[in-house]
């Protein structure tokens, strides 16, 4: 499945409300969009309805711009998102009574819309010879998928990637109706 890099900040837990904020709509998805500019790359790889990664990247330029005080959670990853259908546009296309919308700021406008369904916490595999531990994921488990330079795509869209360390995921979410 293809991934992306996601950049975003630790601010009040806003990654972690998300997650919360579906849990409580019962709902079996839901919205979430990405401010400012239009990630090109990640439309013109992708088809729509077909499902890939976000992995959701607390960069160093964003913390420090939005919660200089959490900068100890800069340049990691805590959680990926699955999406299962996109669009660009500045009014949300997925106004469904079976999703939940997480709501943007009032003074940025979406570019792009994504339609998910799970949200993982995860964790990277670190071992040696006698046991097993797990870490947060950094900017260098992660490569460009096109072999370019992460750090300037980073800067410019969501762009794609490849995880180059073992993924351990440590609690999953996803909408499930049992009888």
């Avoid at 309805?49 to 200089?68: A, H, I, N, V």
């Avoid at 750090?151 to 490849?162: D, N, R």
Wanted: glycine letters at 2%; charged letters at 25%.
């Amino acid at each position: 499945m293809s991934a992306y890099l996601y950049p975003t900040h630790p601010c009040d837990n806003w990654v972690e409300n998300i997650r919360n904020e579906w849990k409580e709509s019962c709902k079996p998805a839901f919205i979430l969009w990405f401010l400012r500019i239009t990630p090109q790359q990640l439309i013109a790889r992708e088809n729509t309805g077909q499902p890939f990664w976000l992995y959701m990247y607390y960069s160093e330029r964003k913390t420090r711009e939005y919660c200089p005080d959490d900068l100890s959670r800069s340049k990691r990853v805590e959680y990926r998102i699955r999406v299962i259908d996109f669009l660009a546009s500045e009014a949300n296309p997925f106004n469904e009574a079976n999703t939940h919308v997480i709501e943007p700021p009032d003074k940025d406008k979406p570019t792009i819309w994504f339609k998910c369904d799970r949200f993982e916490e995860i964790r990277k595999l670190t071992s040696n010879e006698s046991e097993n531990h797990c870490g947060f994921l950094t900017f260098q488990d992660f490569e460009h998928a096109e072999n370019v330079d992460l750090a300037k795509a980073l800067q410019a869209t969501i762009p794609p990637i490849k995880c180059v360390a073992s993924i351990v995921v440590t609690q999953t979410n996803w909408h499930e109706v049992q009888s």
